[in-house]
């Protein structure tokens, strides 16, 4: 009998997309009003789907929509985003999504992400540039050689390194970049691939999950519960020690019983593959000349550049992208590339992550369908009143899933903050508990859920690294278990100090 194989990310995306537009039947349609500043006028506007009134922009105002959020968080430009308004759910005339909008989801989905879609594009035309150059293999071997015998140290440098970046400036749609070159890295110091797609990937996913100064979810939701970001952020901090620390480990035992016998590696049937499709093994002598050092220079400041841009200077995915292009044209102007060469090239290295920008496009679309089918507040209201009556320790930890299961739904985290935290973290106030544990929960339940969210990054990281889903869950699920319960165990104990 032939072995069934596990459906590939975009099947599954498919059909997560079919069971939401299924939803879409079964959910009543509903939404919450919404509440956006305008710093021109400087005044509120409601926004209802049958109306739309302008408000002062006062605390009165305020106050009176039961938005308890300090005027200044919207005036200082902290919400920039409309929220959502307590008590203000209706239930609205239903929107199924029939057969039609399933089939234009996919292409919907893709011009929605069209930003993130072009940066994993550039970046594969810079790394086809880097390719033809050969500083990649002189660099991958020269490192090979200077860390023989010490090569865990690169698991803990890029798990860290990450997860610091997680934590600052939530890097995580960035990381997509790392892996064609870090991979090659890790292989020739004899580990499978799992290994750098888990320290890149876990990396990113406990930074963000134990986020510090994360505007896009610490600051932002913080901002929206209506206290500063400030409060609660010891907490985080030991929090994001401890679970760095739990990743660390985790992928440390794993890596070193891959290297002491390779058989044991969740993708020893890929070995060959994924070795000849990163090139491991070409080029192994190729001398690390002086230019070949200036364009690995230039490689490198090209994240420098990017990593500096969107932690200081509020850069998004068009300044990222335009980053790489022009890091790909200077790499290719110092080697000496024709101009034939270089934009056969730049083509071929983009076409190579075409698939990794269609599963980008196709897991926006779902969110495209939630929207359209308008299902998503009627999911946050059946949510939020499921606390009702809970006491401290079973409401913090409700609080933990209710959010992991909105993730599926609403992945980004900066959405999800402005919409959930007028309307979840009001409830604390009720058990008996500052906000701040809401904040907590919103972090951690979504950040464990991204570990394994279909509808997030994972599937796009997984299918630039060649790992199906399947091997991935086999491989993390015994951590998302340990890191469960140790979070549960500190938000419980949290509550009652």
Same mark, same amino acid.
């Given at each position: 009998?032939?072995?069934?194989?596990?459906?590939?990310?975009?099947?599954?995306?498919?059909?997560?997309?079919?069971?939401?537009?299924?939803?879409?039947?079964?959910?009543?349609?509903?939404a919450y009003?919404?509440?956006?500043?305008?710093?021109?006028?400087?005044?509120?506007?409601?926004?209802?789907?049958? /109306?739309?009134?302008?408000?002062?922009?006062?605390?009165?105002?305020?106050?009176?929509?039961?938005?308890?959020?300090?005027?200044?968080?919207?005036?200082?430009?902290?919400i920039?985003?409309?929220?959502?308004?307590?008590?203000?759910?209706?239930?609205?005339?239903?929107?199924?999504?029939?057969?039609?909008?399933?089939?234009?989801?996919?292409?919907?989905?893709?011009i929605?992400?069209?930003?993130?879609?072009?940066?994993?594009?550039?970046?594969?035309?810079?790394?086809?540039?880097?390719?033809? !150059?050969?500083?990649?293999?002189?660099?991958?071997?020269?490192?090979?050689?200077?860390?023989?015998?010490?090569?865990?140290?690169?698991?803990? @440098?890029?798990?860290f390194?990450?997860?610091?970046?997680?934590?600052?400036?939530?890097?995580?749609?960035?990381?997509?970049?790392?892996?064609?070159?870090?991979?090659?890295?890790?292989?020739? @110091?004899?580990?499978?691939?799992?290994?750098?797609?888990?320290?890149i =990937?876990?990396?990113?996913?406990?930074? %963000?999950?134990?986020?510090?100064?994360?505007?896009?979810?610490?600051?932002? /939701?913080?901002?929206? @519960?209506?206290?500063?970001?400030?409060?609660?952020?010891?907490? $985080?901090?030991?929090?994001?020690?401890l679970?760095?620390?739990?990743?660390?480990?985790?992928?440390? $035992? =794993?890596?070193q019983?891959?290297?002491k016998?390779?058989?044991?590696?969740i993708?020893?049937?890929?070995?060959?593959?994924?070795?000849?499709?990163?090139?491991?093994?070409?080029?192994?002598?190729?001398?690390? !000349?002086?230019?070949?050092?200036l364009?690995?220079?230039?490689?490198?400041?090209c994240?420098?550049?990017?990593? =500096?841009?969107v932690?200081?200077?509020?850069?998004?995915?068009?300044?990222?992208?335009?980053?790489?292009?022009?890091?790909?044209?200077?790499?290719?102007?110092?080697?000496?590339?024709?101009?034939? $060469?270089?934009?056969?090239?730049?083509?071929?290295?983009?076409?190579?992550?075409?698939?990794?920008?269609?599963?980008?496009?196709?897991? $926006?679309?779902? %969110?495209?369908?939630?929207?359209?089918?308008?299902?998503?507040?009627?999911?946050?209201?059946?949510?939020?009143?499921?606390?009702?009556?809970m006491?401290?320790?079973?409401?913090?930890?409700?609080?933990?899933?209710?959010?992991?299961?909105?993730?599926?739904?609403?992945?980004?985290?900066?959405?999800?903050?402005?919409?959930?935290?007028?309307?979840?973290?009001?409830? /604390?106030?009720?058990?008996?508990?500052?906000?701040?544990?809401?904040?907590? /929960?919103?972090?951690?339940g979504?950040?464990?859920?991204?570990?394994?969210?279909?509808?997030?990054?994972?599937? @796009?990281s997984l299918?630039?690294?060649?790992?199906? =889903?399947?091997?991935?869950?086999?491989?993390?699920?015994?951590?998302?278990?340990?890191?469960?319960?140790?979070?549960?165990?500190?938000?419980?104990?949290?509550?009652?100090?």
């Amino acid at each position: 009998m032939k072995k069934i194989k596990f459906p590939t990310a975009q099947t599954i995306l498919i059909i997560i997309a079919a069971a939401v537009a299924q939803l879409t039947w079964l959910v009543p349609a509903g939404a919450y009003d919404s509440l956006t500043y305008n710093k021109e006028t400087n005044t509120f506007t409601r926004k209802s789907l049958d /109306a739309t009134t302008t408000l002062p922009a006062t605390q009165a105002s305020l106050n009176e929509l039961n938005v308890k959020i300090p005027l200044e968080k919207f005036t200082s430009g902290d919400i920039w985003k409309p929220i959502g308004i307590p008590n203000s759910y209706k239930q609205l005339t239903p929107k199924p999504q029939g057969f039609a909008a399933f089939i234009k989801s996919p292409i919907k989905g893709i011009i929605e992400a069209a930003d993130i879609i072009f940066l994993v594009l550039f970046i594969g035309g810079l790394i086809g540039i880097m390719n033809i !150059t050969g500083a990649f293999e002189a660099g991958i071997a020269w490192l090979a050689k200077a860390l023989k015998g010490n090569e865990y140290w690169l698991i803990i @440098a890029v798990t860290f390194l990450i997860a610091i970046g997680g934590t600052t400036f939530g890097l995580a749609e960035e990381t997509i970049a790392f892996y064609p070159i870090l991979i090659p890295i890790f292989l020739a @110091a004899k580990y499978d691939a799992m290994v750098p797609l888990a320290c890149i =990937y876990l990396g990113s996913s406990i930074g %963000t999950t134990f986020s510090t100064t994360n505007p896009f979810s610490a600051i932002i /939701a913080s901002d929206a @519960a209506g206290i500063n970001w400030t409060t609660g952020l010891t907490g $985080r901090f030991i929090m994001l020690v401890l679970g760095t620390l739990i990743c660390i480990i985790y992928i440390l $035992r =794993y890596a070193q019983r891959v290297k002491k016998d390779p058989s044991r590696s969740i993708i020893f049937s890929q070995k060959e593959e994924i070795e000849s499709h990163f090139g491991s093994n070409t080029h192994s002598h190729t001398v690390l !000349t002086s230019k070949l050092r200036l364009i690995l220079f230039v490689f490198a400041m090209c994240f420098v550049v990017m990593i =500096y841009g969107v932690s200081q200077l509020d850069w998004w995915f068009l300044e990222m992208t335009t980053v790489f292009f022009v890091g790909a044209v200077l790499i290719g102007i110092i080697a000496n590339v024709n101009e034939y $060469r270089f934009v056969d090239t730049f083509v071929k290295g983009a076409s190579e992550l075409l698939g990794v920008a269609l599963i980008i496009g196709i897991a $926006r679309g779902i %969110t495209v369908l939630m929207n359209d089918g308008m299902i998503s507040d009627t999911m946050l209201y059946y949510a939020s009143n499921l606390t009702n009556g809970m006491n401290k320790g079973l409401f913090i930890n409700a609080m933990l899933f209710i959010y992991s299961g909105l993730s599926f739904f609403v992945p980004s985290s900066s959405g999800m903050a402005v919409l959930t935290m007028p309307i979840m973290s009001p409830l /604390a106030d009720g058990v008996g508990i500052g906000r701040e544990f809401v904040v907590n /929960a919103y972090q951690y339940g979504m950040g464990l859920f991204a570990f394994i969210n279909p509808t997030g990054l994972i599937l @796009a990281s997984l299918a630039i690294v060649k790992v199906g =889903y399947d091997k991935w869950l086999k491989f993390v699920m015994p951590l998302v278990i340990i890191l469960t319960i140790f979070t549960m165990l500190a938000l419980t104990v949290s509550v009652y100090l």
